[in-house]
């Protein structure tokens, strides 16, 4: 349809409440019945109209589109200049409501939720922002509970996401770690994250149960505690409890990106005045003996989390990724700006390791300096290997060799049951892995008195878990992996063999190879 008049009759307000075109008003508009004018209340876009329009020429191009210029004058009058009536402030926010959408499916569903006030007894749909710590905030005064779960993908390790449903949505930040600490079965303390859809998914920290979507995803921040400046020399120094709590089990291998924490409030704030003095002539922060002192044993503490003795490498990444964060604590005249830091690290963390050496940690202490004693002998212990995140770690807090070893014996004879249980049996082989540690890295006993002591340690599944304890690291997947860097050589071996074991591994083969052929048509398809 095309429209090449362009000096037609003018509609005006009254003629389309009349409805004086019969071709035009085809039934009654319930915009009429609001009290506002149906045609000048209405302007011409033109986003549209001019910006993203073609400027076509000839009758046969005279489409809406065109037509619609001859009325951007009129509008002009009537609102103001072209920019006051564009589409392009609600183009824009389309952006931010598609991001607020995590899938095709349901989406009123993902921003609404079901509210039933006990009340009153009723239910409506109301927006997911009127509802904060389990209450709507309009209508007021109505309590409601909501009619929704939560369905989560959450992160624990990047080599660990789950899913996790949560029947009823927690009324605030504490209950939802609760929640998830009880369907993960997480032992240590963490906070939330979460992808926020109005930063491209960037991570945000959760502080209102609100801030996420329904159906968010999540990332579990692990919290390590690190002594401060002020308590170095007295915490660590203090007994059995500071070095259980620093000998815990660690959780996770050496990060691929190691993070910065947050320092002291004195020292971020010269960190902050620093950074800016840098970025704008270059200037590099003067550092104090104090505020270096805060700085490494801040880093010192994280580090440790991770390994007792670190790499080389790990040095220069901790050095690095610290002159990142803090340009103005970039060294002038080192080769990559952090050598010095990187050498400070190192003395840091062996004075570290002395003060829990000196608290009683055992996973320091068996790789003390040469002639140190341990119950009286002196050790040929030697530090852990690259791979064990817990070579040796404290007994739990309030356990010793007894309490350990009553569990040691629970254990033997659950597993002369009959199916055993083996939930149980996880349990305690959990809760007792750091009295087998001692056993094995001090007493090095033969495979048959282990096999006598430990009869659940040769069980696969916990073969798996006990390799998980001390690496961190799926055996399964990692034995798997390593296996496939050997298939091409395998195969070829498998090639050469005859008689009736070649004829089979020959037809294997010949299936292998089908199946790579026709997953590479695909693919080229």
């Known amino acids: 349809m095309t429209f090449p008049e362009v000096n037609a009759k003018r509609r005006t307000d009254e003629s389309f409440r009349q409805g004086t075109d019969e071709e035009h008003h085809i039934q009654h508009s319930p915009l009429a019945d609001i009290g506002i004018d149906m045609v000048t209340c209405f302007p011409h876009d033109y986003m549209h ?36 009536i564009s589409g392009f402030p609600f183009e824009n926010f389309l952006g931010k409501l598609k991001k607020l959408i995590l899938g095709p499916c349901n989406p009123l569903t993902q921003r609404f939720h079901i509210a039933v006030f006990d009340k009153t007894n009723e239910v409506e749909v109301v927006p997911s922002v ?17 009619a929704m779960s939560m369905i989560l993908r959450v992160i624990v390790h990047d080599t660990d996401i789950r899913k996790v449903i949560i029947p009823e949505k927690p009324a605030d930040v504490d209950s939802l770690k609760q929640a998830l600490q009880e369907k993960l079965q997480l032992t240590y303390s963490f906070s939330v994250q979460y992808e926020d859809p109005d930063f491209g998914n960037a991570l945000c920290n959760v502080s209102d149960i609100n801030d996420s979507p329904e159906r968010a995803t999540l990332k579990i921040i692990p919290l390590y505690t690190s002594p401060s400046s002020s308590q170095a020399d007295t915490v660590l120094l203090s007994g059995s409890d500071t070095s259980e709590q620093l000998s815990a089990e660690r959780q996770f291998e050496w990060p691929e990106d190691f993070e910065i924490p947050k320092f002291s409030v004195h020292v971020e ?14 200037t590099t922060l003067d550092v104090g003996r104090d505020i270096k002192h805060d700085i490494l044993e801040a880093l010192a503490g994280i580090i440790y989390t991770y390994k007792a003795y670190p790499r080389d490498e790990d040095f220069s990444q901790v050095a690095t990724a610290l002159i990142k964060a803090h340009p103005c604590l970039t060294e002038q005249g080192s080769p990559t700006g952090s050598v010095g830091w990187k050498n400070s690290l190192k003395f840091k963390m062996a004075n570290y390791r002395t003060k829990l050496r000196k608290s009683g940690c055992s996973d ?25 995140l817990n070579f040796l770690p404290n007994f739990p807090n309030g356990e010793g060799n007894e309490s350990q070893e009553s569990i040691r014996k629970d254990l033997v004879e659950e597993c002369k049951k009959r199916p055993p249980n083996m939930s149980l049996i996880g349990k305690k082989m959990d809760g007792t892995f750091a009295l087998r540690r001692r056993e094995i890295v001090h007493s090095e006993p033969p495979v048959c008195e282990i096999l006598e002591k430990w009869p659940a340690l040769f069980m696969e599944s916990q073969i798996l878990a006990e390799f998980n304890r001390i690496s961190g690291k799926n055996l399964t997947s990692e034995f798997y992996a390593a296996l496939d860097t050997h298939s091409a050589r395998l195969i070829e071996i498998s090639r050469k063999k005859g008689g ?9 083969l010949q299936q292998v190879d089908s199946t790579v052929f026709l997953y590479d048509v695909i693919f080229e398809s």
């Open 269 to 282: 704030y010269r960190l902050r005045q620093g950074n800016l003095a840098f970025m704008k002539d270059g």
């Open 130 to 146: 009127w509802i904060k710590n389990g209450e709507c905030m309009w209508p007021p005064n109505k309590e409601i509970h909501l």
């Open 364 to 388: 320091v202490a068996v790789a003390g300096k040469r002639g140190a004693t341990m119950g009286g002998a002196k050790s040929a212990i030697k530090k852990p290997r690259r791979f064990e």
């Open 49 to 84: 109209l001019v910006c993203l329009g073609v400027m076509l020429y000839g009758d046969e191009f005279l489409v809406y589109n065109i037509h619609g210029l001859v009325n951007l004058s009129e509008d002009v009058k009537i609102h103001g200049n072209l920019d006051l």
């Open 500 to 508: 009736k074991q070649g004829r089979k591994l020959d037809e294997i």
